[in-house]
């Protein structure tokens, strides 16, 4: 692991941590998931997906992404769900820089290895897989392990300066931050 990973996942673990246990998205991992509380987990992750995945395409770092974001669109669809309808998070993180769009590509696409870890379970418990219901865990059709690859490569080539790698830091904390406030608010929100 090169040190512009290293530093990012240490600078991420504690709050990322706390995500793993957050109330509405703790079913993902649960044996006893209900139908409702997967279409919750879901809804939730396309209010914080969807508005990052925009800002980043605004900054040119959303190439592929958008393919990532339509699987989790048609898997609500499939579950009964109008993405269009759902609520979204405001309030990001400024993604105004190179090393922050990087940081947060890096968190996006972490989480799609974490969703294929929960493939097994959700597919034992609710009968949904990479064909239908869950494709945006699976990430049905993607190459993210070749994604991550070149991200990673990227990690260590953009963010060797210091500040470069300080301000992907932070905005890797802010981001999980803000979706730390968002699955609260949505907790509340049920």
Known sequence: MGPARQALRTATRAIHERLDRAAVLQP????????????????VLYGFNAPVERALDRGGEGAGAAARLELLRDDLRVLGADPGALPEMTGLPP???PAARLAARYVLDGSAHGGRAML???????????GHGACFLASDGLDMVGAWKALM????????????????CDTAVALFAALERWTEEQRAAV
């Open 153 to 168: 490569a990227r990690l260590e080539v953009e963010l060797a300066d210091p500040a470069a790698l300080a301000d992907a």
């Open 120 to 130: 097994p379970g959700i597919k034992r418990a609710l009968g949904f897989d990479g």
């Open 95 to 97: 993604l105004d820089s």
């Open 28 to 43: 993902l991992v649960r044996s006893d998931i209900t139908p409702q509380q997967y279409v919750r987990a879901l809804a």
